[in-house]
């Protein structure tokens, strides 16, 4: 990685308290970089908060709603006044809405706060940071995390969670071809967690579900509320859950940056298959069949 690509700068992330946002505040804070770190989480905020601190890494953390654009701008704003300039941002809260069973029986409440959170989210985020990314005079960068699920494979039984990331990615990829086609100087980055399930809280997102969107189920109806439960139920069926901690993530994202690498991607022999299959499937015109996460 070229540390010095991020010494001085300015990093925001959003969903930045917890799981691969707080491993790329983390990174970015030990690679020389203010960090600003927008979230809803309270709790999660607070303990970052003094992490960073201890790292003596400067930074600020702030309440961040990414489905109010009021939100993001305050945080453009103070990250502005505090660090004098803003060199990336990475649009990276997301939620899981802890869907289970056929898709005509979801709670609309379900529908709601996903597109809410990872698609609204994203698009607030490129209205706010885009005019400010692309007047600066230096090389700036967007971030938009995405999920292979929904940017090249449909796993079953997660259908919002994946229709949202669909929609995510075709904004990431539309968004880079507008950049491109304007010369402008920002790079837009489409992040990918992975290549496994990434540890992190993705699975409990309801620690974080706003009360209007309540439908008064406690915790996911498919018994679902961490990495360890997915792990358990997959060994049930005797597979071997592979799992990758988000610091991966963010020294993959880090390393790319440079560059200024779209695809911000690593992919397994697995996935990479089912990315062919897939392709071969649309191209064969074959009926589907499922793919297994991991
Ligand atoms: N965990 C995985 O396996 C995986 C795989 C692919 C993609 N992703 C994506 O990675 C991103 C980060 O999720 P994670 O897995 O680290 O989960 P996480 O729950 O650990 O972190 C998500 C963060 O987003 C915050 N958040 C939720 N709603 C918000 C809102 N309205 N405004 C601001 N912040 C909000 C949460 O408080 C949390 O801190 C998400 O976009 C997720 O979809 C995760």
Redesign the pocket.
């Known amino acids: 990685m070229t540390a010095n690509y991020f010494a001085g700068k300015t990093a925001i992330i959003?969903?930045?308290?917890?799981?691969?946002?707080r491993s790329l505040a983390m990174a970015l804070g030990a690679a020389g970089s203010n960090v600003v770190v927008?979230?809803?989480?309270k709790s999660?905020m607070a303990i970052i908060d003094t992490d960073l601190e201890t790292a003596g890494v400067p930074h600020r953390v702030d309440h961040?709603?990414?489905?109010q654009t009021s939100s993001l701008q305050a945080v453009l704003d103070s990250a502005v006044e505090t660090f004098g300039q803003v060199d990336f941002v990475f649009a990276?809260?997301?939620?899981?809405a802890g869907e289970a069973g056929p898709i005509w029986g979801y709670s609309e409440k379900d529908w709601q706060w996903c597109f809410n959170?990872?698609v609204w989210?994203v698009v607030n985020s490129i209205n706010v940071f885009m005019p400010y990314l692309a007047s600066r005079p230096e090389r700036t960068h967007l971030v938009i995390?995405?999920?292979?699920?929904g940017a090249y494979a449909v796993l079953p039984d997660v259908p919002i969670y994946t229709a949202s990331?669909a929609a995510v990615h075709t904004i990431t990829e539309n968004l880079h071809y507008q950049v491109q086609a304007g010369g402008l100087p920002v790079v837009v980055s489409a992040l990918?967690?992975?290549p496994h399930?990434?540890e992190?809280?993705?699975f409990?997102?309801g620690r974080?579900r706003p009360e209007e969107f309540d439908k008064g189920v406690v915790g996911n109806e498919t018994g679902i509320n961490s990495v360890e439960d997915m792990k358990r139920m997959a060994e049930e069926y005797g597979i071997n859950l592979q799992t990758t901690h988000?610091d991966e993530v963010a020294e993959m994202a880090l390393q790319g940056l440079p560059e200024g690498n779209f695809w911000l991607l690593e992919l397994t022999a697995e996935n990479e298959a089912k990315i062919r299959r897939r392709a071969d499937m649309i191209i064969g015109k074959t009926t589907p069949i499922p793919e297994s996460v991991g």
């Open positions: 959003t969903g930045g308290a917890s799981g691969v946002g927008g979230d809803v989480d999660a961040c709603d990414v489905t990276n809260a997301g939620i899981g959170v990872n989210g995390t995405g999920s292979g699920n990331k990918f967690p992975g399930v990434v992190t809280g993705l409990n997102s974080v988000p």
